[in-house]
């Protein structure tokens, strides 16, 4: 059996799988009040920000036991995150909400290498592809919608004391602060600012607001919504932001249908006002909409900035770097800019330095290495991660073959407003010098916006507005 570390040996030997099990079986002995042991661990996919762990639990009085540990990552613990995060699922749970139900929670960065909470197994799907396509979710599909709706509701309903330490900040201003952190200002978060200061909603009593109430944090079996996860944002603000944040539109996951890729917008708000005895103003839920696909750009940049300072190394976090443009590009179709059909477009001339293999081609056969080999012999996280680096080399290969011609129109389209970069470009619509409703200037973003996406994920720009 791996010996338990102590002092500050924990955080750094938590990573290791054998040691946290050892940590968790110590733990759970504590919380059982008898010996338990372990079986089974593995480290869920997906969770850019904490690590999601799936087990069993094995006592004498209790049996078999099938638990879920979310942790924040060794060494960068958020001790008033994650109490929050308990405190509030708890609150959730008497409101009616449908949640995943405690088993233990710490602050205690000692115990398992950082705060973490521990939850029961609830049976269920939560990866939105499936979902959204397989014929055994048909019938919860059909009225998802207006069940999301209700959930809502009820999350609203939520006492904002019960929940301590829930903090608040204007949107506007928190945006353009977390924008301007990052320094690398980008012309469509600009306009998109604009936009929202110009159409700003009237203001309506705060509550409890989930922050990711989206399709992929819900566990939904084919009867129906089972559970919902990941309450790490949760904060007091206007309601109607869970609202829009459902609709945005990465959260379809290519479907046509804009509730989470459910149902329609009038369905989410029927069932909303079915529990809430009143119907928010669309208006106001499409201004949230916008704001929300705007803050995932900066948050997608964000957290590649955390692989890129060093913060937390990772194939995953770099590669949401490169989705920022998907997130620009929904923002522009919102604010009505759609993206010309993409031309033919011929590879940038080569060179015959180097000879072949071209170094697009060593990228391509490193790319179909990882999917025909490392992927067909890995499982979890491990293929998981396989694929995203996979996909990272296509955006690569495409960068090699289109960048310099892309690069050379860039210039082009800047130099008319006598800009050398994007990041001259969006200072001086923040400091309107250019008109951000300029339909030259629209028309300049969005051919940059089309090409960053035509690299990183050509076929996002086919998936229904």
């Given at each position: 059996m791996t010996a338990?570390?102590?002092?500050?040996?924990?955080?750094?030997?938590?990573?290791?799988?054998?040691?946290?099990?050892?940590?968790?079986?110590?733990?759970?002995?504590?919380?059982?009040g008898e010996p338990a042991e372990l079986r089974d661990l593995r480290r869920l996919t997906g969770g850019a920000s904490r690590e999601t762990w799936a087990f069993t639990a094995l006592s004498r009085a209790g049996g078999s036991r099938r638990l879920v540990l979310r942790r924040d990552p060794p060494g960068a613990g958020r001790q008033e995150g994650m109490a929050r995060e308990a405190a509030v699922i708890a609150a959730a749970g008497h409101a009616g909400v449908a949640v995943p139900r405690l088993v233990d929670a710490s602050t205690d960065g000692a115990i398992l290498g950082a705060p973490y909470l521990i939850s029961e197994h609830v049976d269920g799907e939560?990866?939105?592809?499936?979902?959204?396509?397989?014929?055994?979710?048909?019938?919860?599909?059909?009225?998802?919608?207006?069940?999301?709706?209700?959930?809502?509701?009820?999350?609203?309903?939520?006492?904002?004391?019960?929940?301590?330490?829930?903090?608040?900040?204007?949107?506007?201003?928190?945006?353009?602060?977390?924008?301007?952190?990052?320094?690398?200002?980008l012309p469509a978060?600009?306009?998109?600012?604009?936009?929202?200061?110009?159409?700003?909603?009237?203001?309506?009593?705060?509550?409890?607001?989930?922050?990711?109430?989206?399709?992929?944090?819900?566990?939904?079996?084919?009867?129906?919504?089972?559970?919902?996860?990941?309450w790490?944002?949760?904060?007091?603000?206007?309601?109607?932001?869970?609202?829009?944040?459902?609709?945005?539109?990465?959260?379809?996951?290519?479907?046509?249908?804009?509730?989470?890729?459910?149902?329609?917008?009038?369905?989410?708000?029927d069932g909303y006002a079915e529990v809430a005895g009143y119907r928010p103003d669309p208006e106001a839920v499409r201004w949230w909409q916008i704001y929300g696909t705007a803050r995932w750009a900066v948050g997608c940049r964000g957290m590649a900035e955390r692989h890129l300072s060093g913060q937390t190394p990772?194939?995953?976090?770099?590669?949401?770097?490169?989705?920022?443009?998907?997130?620009?590009?929904?923002?522009?179709?919102?604010?009505?800019?759609?993206?010309?059909?993409?031309?033919?477009?011929?590879?940038a001339p080569g060179s015959d330095l180097h000879g072949h293999p071209t170094a697009a081609e060593l990228v391509a056969a490193v790319s179909m290495f990882l999917r025909e080999d490392v992927m067909a012999a890995a499982e979890g996280r491990l293929n998981f991660l396989a694929r995203v680096a996979a996909n990272v080399l296509d955006g690569v290969e495409r960068e090699l073959l289109f960048g310099p011609e892309q690069e050379r129109r860039h210039r082009e389209r800047l130099a008319v407003f006598a800009q050398e970069d994007q990041a001259g470009l969006a200072a001086a619509i923040r400091a309107g010098v250019l008109d951000a409703e300029d339909p030259a200037l629209l028309a300049t973003v969005r051919a940059a916006v089309t090409d960053r996406l035509a690299v990183a994920n050509p076929r996002y720009l086919s998936d229904p507005a």
């Open positions: 338990v570390p102590a002092g500050g040996e924990c955080e750094a030997d938590a990573r290791d799988p054998a040691v946290l099990s050892a940590l968790l079986a110590a733990r759970l002995t504590v919380v059982f939560t990866i939105a592809r499936r979902l959204l396509r397989e014929p055994r979710y048909a019938s919860a599909r059909a009225g998802m919608a207006a069940e999301l709706g209700r959930t809502l509701a009820r999350i609203h309903r939520i006492p904002v004391g019960a929940v301590p330490g829930l903090t608040a900040a204007d949107p506007l201003e928190d945006l353009r602060e977390s924008c301007d952190a990052l320094g690398e200002p978060i600009e306009i998109a600012l604009r936009w929202l200061a110009r159409h700003r909603p009237d203001e309506v009593p705060e509550t409890v607001v989930h922050g990711d109430f989206r399709t992929g944090n819900l566990i939904i079996d084919p009867g129906g919504l089972r559970a919902v996860l990941d790490e944002l949760v904060h007091r603000g206007d309601p109607r932001e869970d609202l829009g944040w459902l609709c945005v539109k990465c959260w379809r996951f290519g479907s046509p249908l804009p509730a989470g890729g459910f149902g329609t917008v009038e369905q989410l708000l990772s194939v995953e976090l770099a590669a949401i770097g490169r989705r920022v443009c998907e997130q620009e590009h929904d923002l522009l179709l919102a604010l009505g800019l759609p993206a010309e059909p993409a031309a033919a477009r011929p590879p």
